[in-house]
């Protein structure tokens, strides 16, 4: 039985595909990539989604491939085999932490101008919870967003934040109000480009 349980001959032959990817358009640059500190996102997230790996379990509206949860894990164990920890997981922080909120919760604005673009691998995503003095304590975190009149304010500092330096977008998770005691933390999606010059530099940062 094993494996068969949960994948057919569909999610092999997917697995194979990633594998193949795996093999020939990361591993021999991981070494390079480790070199130099970086390695190019927009370049490897746009190949991967047009081979439809990034979205494979998202809807077909949204620029995915409308496929069960066990073709995720498919590409997500392929991933398991490139030869460092960066890279499966900023692959994994594309798919699977950054972009499930707006899938979940968003607008249809937010689809269009997020979500899609980052399945086809156009746009590079982050997700900011962590600060310097809130980790495993996400309640305690500080950075506050403030409502300007159709926008919000942030103020606050986040930290480990992979895909940071190169995102286009970050899901980012912020204190609005104390409502009956309770601290309201709601997602917000933040562009890269942005009016405020000062937003751009501590952006980088927060990388
Ligand atoms: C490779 C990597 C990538 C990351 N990427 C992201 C990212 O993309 N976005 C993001 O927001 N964050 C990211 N993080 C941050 C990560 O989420 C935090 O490191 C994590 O939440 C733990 O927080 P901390 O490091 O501050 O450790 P702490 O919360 O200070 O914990 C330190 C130690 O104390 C233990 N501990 C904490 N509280 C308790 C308790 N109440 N009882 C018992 N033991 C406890 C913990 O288990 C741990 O061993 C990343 C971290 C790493 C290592």
């Not at 692959?91 to 899609?116: C, H, R, W």
């Not at 495993?136 to 950075?143: E, F, H, M, P, R």
């Not at 104390?178 to 890269?192: A, D, K, S």
Request: a negative charge.
């Amino acid at each position: 039985m094993g494996n068969d349980l949960y994948f057919g001959k569909e999610h092999e032959q997917v697995r194979k595909a990633v594998r193949d990817f795996v093999t020939k358009e990361i591993n021999p640059h991981v070494d390079d990539w480790e070199e130099k500190g970086i390695a190019p996102l927009h370049d490897l997230f746009k190949k991967m989604g047009d081979l439809g790996f990034l979205g494979i379990r998202y809807d077909e509206k949204w620029g995915g491939e409308g496929l069960d949860y066990w073709y995720e894990t498919v590409v997500l164990e392929e991933c398991a085999r490139i030869h460092c920890g960066g890279i499966p997981m900023a692959i994994a922080v594309q798919m699977n932490m950054a972009t499930p909120a707006i899938y979940d919760f968003g607008s249809d604005y937010l689809k269009e101008t997020y979500l899609k673009p980052a399945l086809r691998g156009d746009l590079v995503a982050a997700i900011a919870v962590t600060e310097p003095d809130a980790g495993s304590d996400v309640a305690a975190l500080k950075t506050f967003a403030k409502k300007d009149g159709d926008h919000y304010i942030l103020n606050g500092s986040k930290t480990f934040i992979t895909n940071g330096t190169q995102a286009d977008f970050l899901t980012l998770l912020a204190r609005t109000a104390m409502i009956r005691g309770i601290t309201v933390f709601p997602c917000l999606w933040c562009p890269r480009t942005s009016p405020d010059s000062r937003s751009a530099k501590s952006w980088t940062n927060w990388a």
